[in-house]
């Protein structure tokens, strides 16, 4: 049963007062959907953001170039929305047909990609008690968004109207399985991964029909008896191995690969149950995503005891000199480069602090560096093919463990970990930059703050992250120099994306996490922000006039893009340019051209001149 209200009449649910209450005991979902025909306008040459790292092979660049190294000083906050009440806030962020998708532990929401309108939100009110209280946003395919629930169900909604399609119960919360990770789509499918490790589960990865919700294959990340890798478990241990998965995944279309991340083992910091390898946990595990099979697999830390697993999806990138390859950043602070063709590691690097990770915990204490919330998190590295670098966001936060003695039964839905953790005082953080057939760094910057967030690097010679104190920054690719920083008002830990509507780039982020058990740098009511170049017409301009435009065009413009329009000057031919750009979009890019067009406005051409040429140019055929 659920209780559907329209967007215009939200105040209705605060007058239900303690109805509302009464709503949540009977286990209801309260559901907002604005009317189905409100869209933001998305049209050719527009972008999306399809999937949690961008594409389905996760490197997360994006081509846009508006916004750009000559631009970047323009760009300004356009638009915030509260999306949730206090609480954690690490969604990726999803933008599909202009709409943008995120959502916290209870809630699923759409937005207008262009000014933060709420489109429909839905409330899911759990059916079990919640394990955890962490979700890292939606899937999208033919027009369904799917997530999974912090109490082990599946949920898919229409992604225009909000309307619940379809509910599996897919996970045991008794036992501490719950769904954190953003799922992802392809062939029909939607895979995900069980949450819960340290809970002493034992992870599986599963997929489900796109359009009814049914289960058709489950891979064990810990595997049973009869099962490969089943004899890196002594005895039982493989029960409540953990290998639990928390973040996304990476696919090949190609070949039909799903990269699967899957994280430690149980006990997390004692071994003594588990003597052995511990497959697959610490492990980047490749499946046959149609059928669910084993393909490969290689593991960056046998036998962990210090909680360093494999947790942020790993990408895939094609080398100049032809190799395929799989880059992946641990919690255990290094970027990894795998062979694909081999399975074998071409080079690993450290990325943050390193101490003492061979040293086993003791009663006493042993500091470890990185921490168990470092050195990566949930997010990727990102690929820049034009300066050919992986970059990374890291967390430089140590953790002294202490193991326990004597040691705690197994307790089915209790924390099975073995030690107790605490993390130093002082924390903070790094985006590095890496050769990406070396290895070597390119650059690196120090942040006062944990980097948790996604890294977004883009053809307009920008890359875009932020930290858990709150700022966002833009740097440039090649050196990493910083151009802008922005104070949000919250610590930002979920997506960091960029796309382009109606002819225009925007940059969207999450800001607000309050996550006090993990993460003292919490701050700030989860909130989307949108960012962009001022775009359209300044109040009282008039509308473009194509003759002074033409004039203007010669005076200024046909050195570069010869008469009429058609080239020939250095520059390219603006002929047919009005069906590859909105009006507002060419606006923009003539007030905000990339290098090595000259920027005329506003010390040249005024804001009536951009419109005036503007207007000529669409001429042009």
């Given at each position: 049963m659920s209780l559907r209200v329209a967007a215009g009449a939200v105040s209705l649910l605060a007058m239900l007062g303690g109805a509302g209450v009464l709503l949540a005991q009977a286990r209801q979902e309260i559901h907002q959907a604005a009317p189905e025909e409100k869209s933001t306008t998305f049209g050719p040459g527009d972008t999306e953001w399809r999937f949690y790292?961008?594409?389905?092979?996760?490197r997360r660049y994006t081509e846009l170039d508006q916004i750009n190294t000559a631009t970047i000083g323009a760009m300004t906050e356009l638009c915030r929305v509260r999306v949730g009440g206090p609480g954690p806030f690490s969604s990726g962020i999803l933008m599909v047909e202009g709409r943008?998708?995120?959502?916290?532990?209870?809630?699923?929401?759409?937005?207008?990609?262009?000014?933060?309108?709420?489109?429909?939100?839905?409330?899911?009110?759990?059916?079990?008690?919640?394990?955890?209280?962490t979700h890292r946003g939606v899937a999208y395919a033919d027009g369904i968004v799917v997530r999974g629930t912090t109490d082990g169900r599946m949920i898919a909604y229409d992604a225009v109207s909000g309307q619940e399609k379809w509910r599996t119960k897919a996970a045991d919360p008794t036992v501490g399985e719950f769904f954190?990770?953003?799922?992802?789509?392809?062939d029909g499918k939607v895979f995900e991964g069980v949450a819960g490790g340290d809970w002493g589960i034992q992870g599986r990865v599963m997929a489900f029909d796109l359009k009814t919700g049914e289960k058709l294959w489950s891979f064990n990340t810990i595997p049973g008896p009869g099962e490969y890798g089943n004899d890196s478990w002594p005895g039982d241990s493989w029960k409540r191995g953990g290998g639990g998965t928390w973040t996304s995944y990476t696919l090949d279309p190609e070949t039909g690969e799903l990269f699967v991340p899957v994280a430690n083992p149980a006990m997390s910091f004692v071994g003594d149950a588990r003597k052995g390898d511990n497959l697959f946990s610490n492990s980047v595990l490749v499946l046959d995503a149609r059928t669910g099979k084993y393909r490969w697999h290689y593991q960056t830390r046998p036998h962990d005891t210090h909680d360093m697993g494999v947790t942020s999806p790993p990408i895939l990138v094609t080398l100049k000199d032809g190799r395929k390859v799989v880059a992946v950043t641990p919690k255990d602070g290094y970027l990894y480069l795998i062979d694909r063709k081999t399975h074998k590691l071409i080079y690993r690097v450290a990325a943050t602090t390193i101490a003492n990770h061979e040293v086993a915990p003791t009663v006493e204490g042993v500091r470890y560096c990185p921490g168990i919330y470092g050195g990566s998190e949930w997010s990727s590295p990102a690929f820049d093919p034009v300066n050919q670098t992986i970059t990374t966001g890291q967390t430089d936060w140590c953790v002294t463990i202490k193991r326990m003695d004597p040691l705690p039964p197994y307790n089915p839905g209790s924390l099975y970990m073995g030690g107790k953790h605490v993390m130093d005082k002082e924390s903070g953080g790094w985006i590095a930059a890496f050769d990406a057939k070396s290895g070597k760094p390119r650059w690196k910057y120090k942040t006062p703050a944990p980097v948790v967030s996604g890294v977004t690097p883009t053809s307009g010679g920008l890359t875009f992250v932020g930290d858990m104190g709150g700022t966002f920054y833009a740097f440039r690719s090649s050196d990493g120099e910083l151009l802008r920083k922005w104070d949000t008002g919250g610590a930002i830990a979920g997506g960091v994306i960029s796309y382009k509507a109606g002819g225009r780039q925007y940059v969207a982020i999450t800001s607000g996490n309050i996550s006090r058990?993990?993460?003292?740098?919490?701050?700030?009511?989860?909130?989307?922000v949108i960012y962009g170049l001022p775009g359209?017409?300044?109040?009282?301009?008039?509308?473009?006039?194509?003759?002074?435009?033409?004039?203007?065009?010669?005076?200024?413009?046909?050195?570069?893009?010869?008469a009429d329009g058609k080239g020939g000057g250095g520059g390219p031919a603006l002929t047919g340019v009005s069906a590859r750009y909105s009006h507002a979009g060419l606006i923009d890019v003539i007030k905000y051209p990339r290098a090595p067009m000259p920027a005329l406005y506003p010390s040249v051409i005024s804001e009536q001149g951009v419109a005036d040429i503007t207007a000529y140019v669409e001429t042009l055929k």
């Open positions: 790292n961008n594409s389905a092979d996760g943008l998708y995120v959502t916290t532990r209870l809630s699923t929401v759409a937005l207008d990609a262009t000014n933060c309108d709420v489109l429909w939100k839905s409330n899911y009110v759990p059916e079990q008690a919640e394990v955890f209280n954190s990770s953003a799922p992802i789509a392809w058990s993990s993460w003292p740098q919490a701050s700030g009511i989860p909130s989307v359209g017409n300044a109040a009282g301009v008039a509308a473009g006039d194509p003759g002074k435009g033409r004039s203007l065009y010669g005076a200024t413009c046909v050195g570069c893009h010869g």
